[in-house]
Every structure is written in C-alpha cells, then in structure tokens.
C-alpha cells in the first residue's frame, strides 16, 4: 500500500488528454513538491516534471504538472504511442521524514 | 552529464548482506549541491525509496529499512554504496541508485538521473 495514491491504469487514443492524479496527505503533497518520473518497459524511471510543475530540458510541453490541495496532477495532451509507460509521483513525507512514492499508473495508448 | 552505474551480484542467499555500489561519473559525489540515493523495484511492483546520503557522511533511510540499511559515500572512488543486510525473497528487485536533490528550505526534491538498475534475486 503506497503513501501516495495513483489510479493503476489509464488510457486515450492518440491526440487526446489524459490526467494522471497522486492523493496524498497534508504530510507529503500537501506541504511538500511533488516530481513525476516516466518509466518505459524494461528501461529506468526517468524525471518528467520536477518542483510540482517544471518540465525537465527535453521534455515536451505536452507534458504539465499541477498540485491543489494534497494531490497533484500529470497532463499528457496530444497522446502519442511514444506516451505509453507506466508513470510515478513522489513527494517528502514530514512525518515519515523520507521520501514516499505513488504506485504508479500504467499509461495505455490505444 | 552525469552517469550513474550499478555493479554488485544478482543472486544473494537468504539472510546474507547485499552490497551494490554505485559508479558516479562526469560528476563528483563530493558536490555539495546533491545527495546520492537507492531505489528499489520488486519484479511487477512500484518503486521504494531505500535511503540517502551526503558527500559528509550524513544519511536518512526509509523506516521500514532502516535496521537492515547502510548507505555511505567514497570520495576518492566517487561512488556511493548501500549495503542491505539479513536479505530475504520479498528483497527481490531491481536496485536503482539516483542523484537526489535534496534541499527542504528550498522544497527541492526529487531524483535525476538514474542509474540503469540492477536485479538482485533472493531465493526462497
């Protein structure tokens, strides 16, 4: 059972919006910023938006990060194939004084 | 850019002691802008933070890892290592060491880059 909460799958067919969320708590989304990591089959997980909503160099501006409240948000707009892996929110916890991870959510392009 | 390797064994029997080490190149571990990281991934399942340190020495673990985690920096190899004791089959997963930024007055957190990663099998 992971801290943060990600739904396990969604999905679009290409040229459309998806919105991936991460609930938290007043602990960890809520008090501290949350960073997105892409991990495509078989590869690393690799940081997307950092800082709640700042795209790394190189990451495409279909990709946004928002947070309101104790969750936070990852937009992919304009779905390509190239979308389709799975996708994990992290923040600081205050009270477990560590960082907590979502359990990610598996993006299908159909 | 930085690049991070793992290297360590990928079989370790129950109730022996996983040491991995983490290569740091184009980089230097002794960069006070950073802490170094592990990561974990069970086969099918989420990713652990494990635990962090500091070119100093100072660490913080998960707590649920805590008793069993060492983590420790060498400067003059520019790695960083952790070193998992009494390993059982639930610490089967792929290891991953991360550059951490950490840095709370600023609410700076998060991890980049990542090593590729590493499996490590415990038999049951």
């Known amino acids: 059972q992971s801290v943060l909460t990600q739904p396990p799958s969604a999905s679009g067919t290409p040229g459309q919006r998806v919105s991936i969320s991460c609930s938290g708590s007043?602990?960890?989304?809520?008090?501290?910023?949350v960073s997105w990591y892409r991990q495509l089959p078989g590869a690393a997980p690799k940081l997307v938006i950092y800082?709640?909503?700042q795209r790394l160099s190189g990451v495409p501006d279909r990709l946004s990060g928002s947070r309101s409240g104790t969750s936070a948000f990852l937009a992919i707009s304009g779905l390509q194939a190239e979308d389709e892996a799975d996708y994990y929110c992290?923040?600081?916890?205050?009270?477990?004084?560590?960082?907590?991870f979502g359990g990610g959510t598996k993006l299908t392009v159909l | 850019q930085v690049h991070l390797q793992e290297s360590g064994p990928g079989l370790v029997q129950p109730w022996e002691t996983l040491s991995l080490t983490c290569t740091v190149s184009?980089?230097?571990?002794?960069?006070?802008?950073?802490?170094w990281g592990w990561i974990r991934q069970p086969p099918g399942k989420g990713l652990e933070w494990i635990g962090s340190?500091?070119?100093?020495?100072?660490?913080f673990y998960n707590p649920s890892l805590k008793s069993r985690v060492t983590i420790s920096v060498d400067k003059s190899k520019n790695q960083f290592s952790l070193k998992l004791t009494s390993m059982t089959a639930a610490d089967t997963a792929v290891y991953y060491c991360?550059?951490?930024?950490?840095?709370?007055?600023?609410?700076?957190?998060?991890?980049?880059?990542w090593g590729q990663g590493t499996l490590v099998n415990v038999p049951s």
């Open positions: 340190a500091y070119y100093i020495g100072s660490t």
């Open positions: 992290a923040a600081w916890d205050d009270g477990l004084n560590g960082v907590v």
């Open positions: 991360a550059r951490h930024i950490h840095r709370m007055a600023a609410a700076q957190e998060w991890f980049d880059p």
């Open positions: 184009s980089g230097s571990v002794n960069d006070r802008n950073y802490h």
């Open positions: 007043s602990s960890n989304v809520g008090s501290n910023t």
């Open positions: 800082f709640n909503d």
